[in-house]
Each structure stands twice: as structure tokens, then as C-alpha cells.
């Protein structure tokens, strides 16, 4: 596939264009070209002296600023080494030998004409307030040398980059400069200890997540490296214990991630994911760790299921932190028991992290609550289909009055689903809603009745994941709605009263 396109590659994994690739570049000694003399070009060659960049500016006249700044260096002394400018109006020839351009002119003309030649040489090129004409943008920084934080909008907002940045600026202790440098101290020779990636990967995790660091946030600079060199001393070079984390993943929406299940994706080693785990979470992932698409799709199985119980056990016995990705909650129609069931047979550790189930989810965003006072005092979790694909429910106890049921995988045996609740007593009329991809933004939701839905859900192509809702409380989506991203309602009015 080398000569697919680069769009067609993000589509068949799933992942999001981003607008520009977030890169740091070492410019220590070398040139760097600022065209203009105003504040703003003299605010980025200040930044670029900081990162020990080699400045030639261009501009036929400096504003007081520059001007003073190019005069007073520290000491007193001019630094012609470091900074130097030109009186001239911009020429190509003055690219020659460097490594990035800065145009900050204000005048659009010889801006443009800065970044087209920068683009046929192959410089990187930033123009202030034009992303049109970058080759590079300037992010907003918090800088906790040698810990560095970069956020950028892709020039659609440097306002919103600059908040977002101000609100890191708080999260983010001056101490983690120290911490940084302490661990680079240490680095090689963990690295000669430890033989194995994972081990070390968990030693660092250890140390500076625990008393090493506090006691470097606290200025007890001894303390904490007395401590790093006892904890360094007594951890043993042996094999890593492996361990899988069985984490829900939800709906959908990465804001209803746990903190639990943020953290241990953080650390994981290898990912085994399924097909619900939407691209927007599985991005949240440690980006070095592995992943493995274990998905199953009605008559699809890309991996069996007792091959997914073994490869966690494999994996887990290579010492690994097997990230296991559930749709939803791995508990409810997500097999999860199954597979902690083998590595409770083979003394394999677990953790187990609650996620929100697509009932939960996908009713709450569509505005349909499972349970109400005057509509529904129970709700009942059944799967569309079994094993050999057949609907085969307890259709008595489904059909009862006063009860909210909510149906997983059950898109294409709808029509038998209503057909039956119907057969074994519920009214016709009763009430009924489809939701695709809950919680997302291509969350569409059709309502109607019994009679009515297959028909709506036939005509409106709907595709997986969906959740069926069947109830009386049904008649609230109307009144509660909330999240409306292209909201698609198709309601049969004799069927819903829209008093309620």
C-alpha cells in the first residue's frame, strides 16, 4: 500500500488529521532570520535567544525595543555573536545558511514574499498571524527547563492557547524543572541496571510518582538523591511482573473516562483494544505502547475470544502491563468475566475499572431517563442476539408495563424485537427510540413506537453501535434532549404524547 495517499492511510486507522506535526528543534549556535523590527519580532527573537539561537534580523529600521535590546545585553556588552541586524529591505539571499525564518513585518506583501522563498528552500517558515503562510507555528510554552510544554490551536486561536497555557502554568510546579534534571542525572546509569525497557519504564514511574519527588518539590535535594541512589541500589534486575488492567472505556466520549482508567492507560505497555473504543480515546493511550486490534463484529470475529483470553496470558507472562480496552463496561455484554476468568486460572494479577455502559450513556445524552417516577420504576439490560445470531428473550418478561428495556446489539433483529413485544402483550403505540454512536458527535436518535421504529431505522440507514429504548420514558426525549449534534427525530405523533 506505499502508494496510497496520505488521507486514505488516517482513514484506515482511524485517526484524525492534525494540522501541523508538534515538533522541538534544536537551533543552539545556529542561524536564525527574524524580518522585521517591531515589538512582535522583537518578543520572538527574545525567544529564540533563550533557546540559544544565533539571530540575524532584517529590517531597515529597529523600534525602540529591538533597538535597546540589540544595544544592552547583559554585562552591559553588545553580543554581535548572537544577535546582529541588517538595515536592508528582505532578499532571498539573506535565507542563506539558516535553519528557520521569522516574518513579523506587518505588511502582508513582504511577508508573503518572505515565506515563499523560505518555501522553496525548504526552511521552516512562521509569518505572524497568518497560518496561511506557515510552515511552523509558535505555541504557547510553559517552560520548567528542561521540562517543556508546548500548546498551540494551529493558529485558529492563540487566545484559547495562551488560557490553556495559563491553567497548565498552575498545574505544573517549578519544582518538575528539578525532578527533570535530577532523572537525567540518573538516567544512564538506570539504564546500565536495568536490562529490560519495562523495568526501567516502571522504576522511573515509581520514583517520580513517590517520596523521591516530594522531596525534591520540598528542597531536600540531599534527601531525595540519597534515596535515589538506595532505591537504585536494593530493585533487583529481574523479570518484570506482568499485569493486565480491564478498563471500561465507555461510550464513547473521552470525558467520561475515569481518573482510574486515564492513569493506568497511561503506563500500560501494550494495548488490546476492541471495535467500540472510539479513535478519540484509544488517542489518549500511552502513543509507544503497542496496540492490537482484537474487535468483533456480528459474523466477524477478527480475533475468537478464547484467542484474546490467551494472548492476555501471554503478554502478561512476558511481563508486560496489558492494557485490556472495553467499549462501555467490560462487565455488561462485554465478556470481560470470560477473561479475567483465565488469568485468575493462570495467577495472573488484574485490575478491573468500571466504564460507563452504553445503556447508561446513550439514554442520558438522548435525553431518556431508564427510570422515572411516573413512567417506569425498573429497568432490564438484554442483548439483541446469541451466539448463533438468533433472538431468542425472555419475551414475557420483557412485555410488562412499568418497565424501561434497553437492548444492546440489536439493530438488525429490531423488526423480530418490536414484532415480539408486541406478540407477548405491549401495545403497538408503546413508545420506542434507536441511538447510533451515543455520546459522539454522530449521535443521531430516532423515536417513534413498536410499530413505527423499523421502519424509521430502515429509512434513516442507521449503522452500529446502536441501543434500542423501549418504554414509556421514551416520551421524555422530547422535553429532556440536551445533546443535539445533528439530532435526527423522527417521532410517530399519535404514538408519542409530546405534552409529557
Not at 11 to 18: A, P, R
Not at 77 to 85: A, G, L, R, T, W
Not at 254 to 270: C, E, K, S
Not at 405 to 416: D, N, T
Amino acid at each position: 500500500m506505499s502508494g496510497q495517499p496520505p488521507d486514505l492511510w488516517l482513514q484506515l486507522l482511524h485517526v484524525e488529521q492534525m494540522d501541523f506535526l508538534p515538533i522541538f528543534l534544536d537551533i543552539r549556535n545556529r542561524k536564525c532570520l527574524v524580518v522585521g523590527g517591531g515589538e512582535v519580532a522583537a518578543r520572538k527573537i527574545a525567544l529564540l535567544l533563550r533557546a540559544g539561537g544565533c539571530v540575524t534580523v532584517i529590517s531597515p529600521q529597529l523600534g525602540t525595543e529591538l533597538h535597546a535590546q540589540l544595544r544592552d545585553q547583559p554585562g552591559g556588552q553588545p553580543q554581535q555573536e548572537m544577535i546582529s541586524h541588517r538595515a536592508e529591505a528582505f532578499h532571498p539571499d539573506h535565507l542563506a545558511d539558516a535553519v528557520l525564518v521569522i516574518a513579523a513585518t506587518g505588511d502582508p506583501v513582504v511577508n508573503r514574499k518572505v515565506s515563499e522563498a523560505a518555501g522553496q528552500l525548504r526552511i521552516p517558515v512562521n509569518v505572524v498571524d497568518d497560518p496561511a503562510l506557515c510552515s511552523f507555528i509558535m505555541p504557547a510554552i510553559v517552560d520548567r527547563n528542561p521540562i517543556l510544554v508546548a500548546v498551540s490551536s494551529g493558529g485558529a486561536s492563540p487566545v484559547l492557547a495562551r488560557l490553556l497555557r495559563a491553567r497548565l502554568e498552575s498545574m505544573i510546579p517549578e519544582a518538575y524543572g528539578r525532578l527533570a534534571a535530577y532523572a537525567g542525572k540518573f538516567r544512564e546509569r538506570v539504564k546500565l541496571h536495568f536490562s529490560r525497557p519495562e523495568k526501567r519504564r516502571m522504576f522511573w514511574e515509581r520514583i517520580l510518582q513517590g517520596p523521591f519527588a516530594e522531596m525534591v518539590f520540598a528542597g531536600k535535594d540531599q534527601a531525595a538523591q540519597d534515596y535515589l541512589e538506595r532505591s537504585l541500589e536494593t530493585e533487583a534486575d529481574d523479570a518484570a511482573e506482568g499485569e493486565v488492567y480491564l478498563v471500561g472505556a465507555g461510550p464513547g466520549d473521552p470525558d467520561l473516562l475515569t481518573f482510574r482508567a486515564m492513569r493506568l492507560m497511561q503506563q500500560a505497555d501494550v494495548v488490546v483494544y476492541d471495535r467500540l473504543v472510539s479513535p478519540e480515546i484509544l488517542d489518549m493511550v500511552r502513543r509507544d505502547a503497542p496496540r492490537i486490534y482484537a474487535g468483533k463484529e456480528r459474523s466477524k470475529h477478527t480475533m475468537p475470544q478464547e484467542s484474546i483470553n490467551g494472548l492476555l496470558v501471554r503478554l502478561a507472562k512476558e511481563g508486560k502491563r496489558v492494557l485490556r480496552l472495553k467499549g462501555g463496561d467490560p462487565f455488561i455484554f462485554g465478556r470481560g468475566g470470560e477473561e479475567i476468568e483465565t488469568l485468575s486460572g493462570e495467577g495472573i494479577p488484574f485490575q478491573v475499572v468500571p466504564g460507563i455502559t452504553a445503556a447508561v450513556g446513550a439514554s442520558s445524552y438522548a435525553g431518556i431517563p431508564l427510570t422515572h417516577r411516573d413512567y417506569a420504576q425498573s429497568c432490564v439490560f438484554v442483548t439483541g442476539h446469541l451466539k448463533d445470531g438468533s433472538v431468542d428473550l425472555d419475551w414475557p418478561m420483557l412485555a410488562r408495563p412499568n418497565q424501561t428495556i434497553a437492548v444492546y446489539m440489536g439493530l438488525l433483529g429490531l423488526p423480530v424485537l418490536c414484532g415480539q413485544l408486541i406478540a407477548h402483550g405491549l401495545p403497538a403505540a408503546t413508545p420506542a427510540a434507536i441511538v447510533q454512536q451515543g455520546t459522539t458527535h454522530n449521535q443521531r436518535v430516532l423515536t417513534g413506537s413498536l410499530e413505527t421504529l423499523p421502519d424509521l431505522t430502515a429509512s434513516a440507514e442507521l449503522v452500529p453501535p446502536t441501543l434500542i429504548i423501549v418504554g414509556e420514558v421514551v416520551k421524555l426525549n422530547q422535553k429532556l434532549a440536551w445533546f443535539e449534534p445533528g439530532r435526527d427525530l423522527c417521532a410517530d405523533a399519535p404514538a408519542i404524547d409530546k405534552r409529557a
